[in-house]
């Protein structure tokens, strides 16, 4: 598979049209996104790379591209911030006979795109297309680890609907390729607490919205460990986001941009998929214009995350060698982005907060470096 053959999965998108057909000003956008219209655009050295698939029948919808067209029509009329950030936009895959047959036309795609090291940002579609996204990583073999934000932990077994059960299939399908599981903005009252309990037993991590919200971040660190994002709008406030039928409460816009600023800082996260759009149920657009703003951060969180140092270069960072609780370790700052990062036993070094280095210096264990060691 390759590039060229990708080719035949996709419908070209007009950008003429997106612009209300008065076409883009050169501070906008719309006018620096290398886009797939009559010819494949080059890729070679995006940053982020756009690809619409609005299938929406897992949740019992019809398949269509009137979701991921909406979103690029605000998206594209955003003001360019970012010139070292180069996006290219490939189009919506082809509506396939078969659910299934969305899926592997998604996953062929994104998989190609991955193994060229690109970042593929996915604008659905119902939320579990999430599988397709994911069944890019098991193609290549590649063990991840997975984050999903969502109000809902998708896990219900009594639905026929694949939007309402998807997660079973991510998180216990053979062979499985998902070394560790966050799942963040859950709401309490929407989520049976065994089902939190089977979770916890499977040692991955849930974080309640009202948690999140008391200090956003936290998720930065369980965020950049993370390969893989998948962002369900249900979990944005019915009043962010008019299409969230779901519920009244969870994250503002603002919160949501900084999720995804997050995600585009890490240099872990090669794809980002933003699910639960349906155009019909918007009011003015203002779902729409929403995600496309989410979609603008990560270009801003990719800016940010370019002036980041690697581990290597130790001479970018403050180094902290300590002992807690009879365990000597190591916490790294660093200087140009003030991140931190911790080592394990192993001598491997994941990401952590300033939080979890002062839990350290008053001699106590970090949870986070607890459920790490747990995991390894």
């Known amino acids: 598979m390759s590039l060229d053959t990708i080719i035949d ?29 009559e010819e494949f655009p ?36 955003l003001f360019h911030w970012h010139k070292n950030v180069i996006v290219a936009d490939i189009g919506n895959v082809k509506v396939g006979a078969s659910i299934q047959d969305t899926y592997a036309a998604l996953k062929t795609m994104v998989s190609e795109l991955i193994e060229q090291g690109k970042r593929v940002v996915i604008l659905g579609g119902s939320h579990d297309v999430t599988l397709a996204q994911y ?39 053979v062979p499985n390729f998902i ?39 936290e998720m930065e660190p369980p965020i950049r460990n ?13 009043a ?46 203002l779902t729409a214009k929403q995600i496309s703003h989410l979609l603008w951060y990560i270009m801003d969180g990719i800016h940010k995350g370019k002036q980041e140092a690697l581990l290597e270069n130790r001479d970018d960072f403050f180094e902290f060698t300590m002992a807690f609780a009879e365990v000597q370790t190591v916490f790294l700052q660093s200087k140009k982005t003030g991140r931190w990062w911790m080592q394990l036993h192993d001598g491997q070094f994941v990401a952590c907060s300033k939080l979890d280095y002062l839990i350290a210096c008053n001699n106590e264990i970090p949870e986070r470096w607890l459920r790490a060691m747990e995991r390894n």
Do not use: W
């Not at 990583?137 to 934000?149: D, G, M, N, Q, R």
């Not at 989520?191 to 309640?208: G, K, N, T, Y």
């Open 42 to 77: 080059d890729v070679s050295n995006a940053d982020m790379v756009l690809i619409g698939c609005g299938e929406m029948r897992g949740e019992g919808g019809i398949n269509n591209t009137d979701g991921p067209n909406a979103v690029r029509s605000e998206f594209y009329n």
């Open 226 to 238: 993370s390969n893989m994002l998948s962002f369900d709008i249900a979990s944005i406030q019915h």
């Open 9 to 37: 999965f996709l419908e070209p998108i007009n950008r003429y049209e997106l612009s209300n057909d008065v076409g883009f000003k050169d501070t906008q956008l719309g006018r620096h996104i290398n886009a797939y219209e």
């Open 179 to 217: 070394r560790h599981y966050n799942h963040i903005g859950f709401q309490s009252y929407l989520v049976h607490p065994q089902m939190l309990e089977v979770i916890d037993s499977l040692r991955f991590d849930c974080f309640r919205v009202g948690k999140v919200k008391e200090n956003i971040e």
């Open 240 to 285: 962010h986001a008019p299409a969230n039928r779901l519920s009244p409460n969870g994250f503002t816009g603002e919160e949501a941009c900084t999720l995804m600023q997050y995600a585009g800082m890490s240099r872990n996260m090669s794809s980002i998929g933003i699910y639960g759009y349906n155009p019909s149920l918007d009011t003015d657009s």
């Open 135 to 173: 069944a890019a990583y098991t193609s290549l073999e590649k063990i991840i680890e997975a984050t999903c934000v969502d109000a809902r932990i998708d896990l219900n077994m009594d639905s026929v609907l694949p939007a309402d059960n998807f997660l079973m299939e991510l998180l216990t399908g």
